[in-house]
């Protein structure tokens, strides 16, 4: 096989065969405990959080920005919501709500980084800041849990058919937004801005709306992925979201190396965050410690990082 074969082979199929050779390691190593229907199904439950935010990350990196606020929303998400439910507002409605606050606080990020064109990290990472400040007002930093109502938990914890509603859910997102980005005309401009920002303002596109599009669908995604992560355990934790912040983009990273291109993609993410959370699962199964996934989540983001450069031809 010639180099160029190799290559070309490594950049198409290179983090499928990784995911592949994961499975099949636990799989040797606790085949009992890993290879089975219930574990698989619950790796797809815990997955569906981590996908669905990673996608919100996906959308900011598509033009080429960063969100350093999505943990802190996703945390606000989940207790915006379980606050609204224990004060008596319909569950539907406290989950709408939720989603449309952090719908609006990812446009003020994409205003400020969009019109005053300053760093997306520093703004991102100021509003982050306000965001926590604002979940120990709400909270006075104690875990929400209190005459949560019933309803509350149907979504984290309602099956379909035996699958996980969240595992549905999880697809259904992934598939839309697959979808938006490629066959849409909305999505292909988003593209468009991350291969050339100036180029694409030769060619009429309102480089400004996009990128707020873009933070305003990181921050609804953001904050679902809170609702979802409290729906799940019945209370809201002030810092649930903290955890998803680096996971988030690792996957995304990951989801770049799926492409030949290096860029992010929705379908891409989707099997980062597949690989994140077998990873996970496989180490808790061997009852490694925390500190190894945290580790090996690092290791893989500065490969992936790499590896999307490769893809670009970045790197000589």
Known sequence: ????????????????IALLVIIMIFGVLKPAAFLTLKNFINISRQMAALTIISIGATMVMVVNEFDLSVGSMASLGGVMAALMAV????????????????????????????????????????????????????T??????????????????????????????????VLAFA??????????????IGGGEEASKIAGINVKTYKILAFMLCGALAGGTGIAVASRVGSA????????????????????????????????????AAIL???ANGLTILQMPSYMQNIITGIIIVVAVIAQKLGRGDAK
Not at 179 to 191: E, I, L, Q, V
Request: hydrophobic share 50%; charged share 10%; with cysteine.
């Open 140 to 173: 006075g930093g104690a875990t929400v849990f209190e005459n949560i109502p019933k309803s509350f938990t149907w979504l984290g914890t309602s099956k379909i058919g035996g699958i996980p509603f969240l595992s549905v859910l999880m697809i259904l997102f």
């Open 179 to 192: 979808f938006f980005m490629k066959h849409t005309p909305s999505g292909r401009k988003m593209y468009a």
């Open 87 to 138: 004060a008596g507002i319909p569950v539907g409605a406290s989950f709408l709500l939720t989603v449309l606050v952090c719908m609006v606080i990812g446009w003020v990020n994409g205003y400020i980084v969009a019109k005053f064109k300053v760093l997306s990290f520093i703004t991102t990472l100021g509003i982050s800041t306000v965001l926590d400040g604002l979940i120990y007002r709400l």
């Open 237 to 272: 934790n002030t810092s649930a979201g903290a955890g998803y912040f680096l996971q988030s983009y690792a996957a995304a990273y990951i989801g770049c190396t799926v492409s030949r291109q290096g860029i992010p993609n929705v379908a891409g993410t989707f099997v980062g």
């Open 277 to 279: 959370s077998i990873l």
């Open 1 to 16: 096989m010639k180099k160029t074969d190799f290559k070309q082979m490594a950049q198409a199929y290179g983090t499928i």
